[in-house]
């Protein structure tokens, strides 16, 4: 998995969500959108069309609710703690893990391109401030069935460094270089490099993606990811003693009562100095 990540910049962990768990996210999604007792997959996304088709607000703003409702419920981290996709996460960044849970959804729908905000060109990720030792997943939590047309990427292009850009698209790019089209079904999830080149596909018809930056919290911040809000999930066994040790002094017995007798008879503390 690592090789291939470091050679194509992407990774596809297949059926790293369990349907139950996707039928979840699903139903609290839908409380927002609708009440519906029903959890089929099918009637789901029915319903989450007919909400698109009547749309009246901005994109942006219908997501902003159901991704803090998915936040605060907890549905992200789950997500994340999910067997299959934690395996790879901790391999390619440790187990110090953390995601940043500012509003991270894309909607797609048919409209004209230049009318919806998560339309984008060829872009990268550090053009938003992410830091080349993070890695984005996206997996889609309502689409057709079979929908070709998610995203397409460049295969390599995150061994070319920064592309230059100007308004939120590259000025120019190499004369040759080879794309793939994503075709994830549900419960699939891709992993790719914040250097890989990667854009949205045209569709006719609505999708729901969840795109998250997730980053091991000891590395260094080698760009703007200060400036976002960071949830950790996932801490290693050398933090854990860190946490109990609860500063960098490593104070001496800073859980005990050194007023207690009885720890100092017990031995628990030197008696010797101790007033």
Excluded: C
């Amino acid at each position: 998995m690592n090789e291939n990540f470091s050679n194509k910049g992407y990774y596809i962990v297949r059926n790293a969500l369990r349907p139950r768990l996707l039928l979840e996210i699903q139903k609290n999604t839908l409380s927002y959108i609708k009440n519906k007792k029903k959890t089929n997959e099918k009637n789901n996304y029915t319903s989450f069309s007919k909400a698109i088709d009547n749309l009246k607000i901005k994109e942006f703003d219908f997501i902003k609710p159901i991704f803090e409702k998915l936040f605060l419920s907890g549905m992200l981290d789950k997500i994340l703690l999910e067997k299959k996709l934690f395996k790879n996460l901790s391999s390619l960044l440790g187990r110090d893990l953390s995601y940043a849970y500012d509003v991270s959804m894309t909607l797609n729908r048919k409209t004209k391109p230049n009318e919806n905000y998560f339309f984008k060109d060829w872009h990268q990720e550090i053009w938003s401030g992410a830091s080349i030792s993070s890695v984005q997943m996206w997996t889609p939590l309502f689409q057709k069935n079979n929908l070709k047309g998610q995203m397409e990427l460049i295969v390599g292009s995150h061994r070319w460094g920064h592309i230059p850009h100007k308004n939120r698209k590259p000025i120019f790019l190499p004369s040759k270089y080879k794309t793939i089209k994503l075709n994830l079904k549900y419960g699939d999830v891709i992993l790719f490099s914040s250097l890989l080149l990667h854009r949205s596909a045209k569709t006719d018809f609505p999708r729901l993606a969840l795109s998250l930056l997730i980053k091991n919290f000891k590395y260094k911040n080698e760009s703007f990811e200060e400036n976002r809000n960071w949830k950790i999930f996932s801490i290693s066994q050398l933090t854990k003693i860190q946490r109990y040790l609860g500063n960098h002094y490593l104070s001496p017995y800073r859980l005990l009562d050194i007023g207690d007798k009885n720890n100092i008879n017990s031995g628990i503390l030197p008696t010797k100095n101790v007033k």
